[in-house]
Structure formats: structure tokens, C-alpha cells
Nanobody, 117 residues
Framework: QVQLVESGGGLVQPGGSLRLSCQAS????????MGWYRQAPGKKRELVAT???????NFADSVKGRFTISRENAENTIHLQMDSLNAEDTGVYYC???????????WGQGTQVTVSA
């Protein structure tokens, strides 16, 4: 069974930076894509960024140029470096891991990110 552990959330001022981390335990080489999603109060959950095992990345238009996603395959760990944060980035950030054998998605419990002066 795959379990995701997220960390790094917190309170940051507008224009500041924050780094989120997520480790998927128990998946081994069966873990393919991993990524981050977020949900702001009163809004729908949205994709933030994804990264494949080969390093291919995908970003939401709203975070392009500000966020960077990276991966450590040996530990099935991903990081989300968030720079130039603004109030619209506030929300609960969820880590997701895709298992291919057999196929299913796993989700973390989320970590709160609050951008406020």
C-alpha cells in the first residue's frame, strides 16, 4: 500500500517563498507520475504541477515561472518550490502519486499554505 507524507506548508508574506515536500512510501518502481494539486476556500481543486519519472513537467498557467517541481526517484519524493507567492496561492496543497501496477492514484492529506501580510 502506498502512503504519501506531505510537509512544508505554512504562513508566508506576499512575494515570499515556500517549499513543499512529499514522499510516497511503498510504491517502489510502480510509481509513475507524481504531482501537486490545491484547493482554495470556496474554489474547486486544481492542478498545480506534475512530474514524470523521466522528469517531464507540467504546470498550471497561473504558476508558470513562479513554481518549480522536482523529483528524487530513489525515494519517490517530489518537491514544489514556490516563489513570488500571492494571496491567490492560498489553499490546501495535496500530493498525488500514480501507481501503474496495478493502476490507481494515491493522495496525501494535504498541507495548508497561507499567503498573507
Amino acid at each position: 500500500q502506498v502512503q504519501l507524507v506531505e510537509s512544508g506548508g505554512g504562513l508566508v508574506q506576499p512575494g515570499g517563498s515556500l517549499r513543499l515536500s512529499c514522499q510516497a512510501s511503498g510504491g517502489g518502481f510502480s510509481i509513475a507520475d507524481m504531482g501537486w494539486y490545491r484547493q482554495a476556500p470556496g474554489k474547486k481543486r486544481e492542478l498545480v504541477a506534475t512530474i514524470s519519472r523521466s522528469g517531464r513537467t507540467n504546470f498550471a498557467d497561473s504558476v508558470k515561472g513562479r513554481f518549480t517541481i522536482s523529483r528524487e526517484n530513489a525515494e519517490n519524493t517530489i518537491h514544489l518550490q514556490m516563489d513570488s507567492l500571492n494571496a491567490e496561492d492560498t489553499g490546501v496543497y495535496y500530493c498525488c502519486a500514480q501507481r501503474i501496477f496495478p493502476p490507481r492514484d494515491y493522495w496525501g492529506q494535504g498541507t495548508q499554505v497561507t499567503v498573507s501580510a
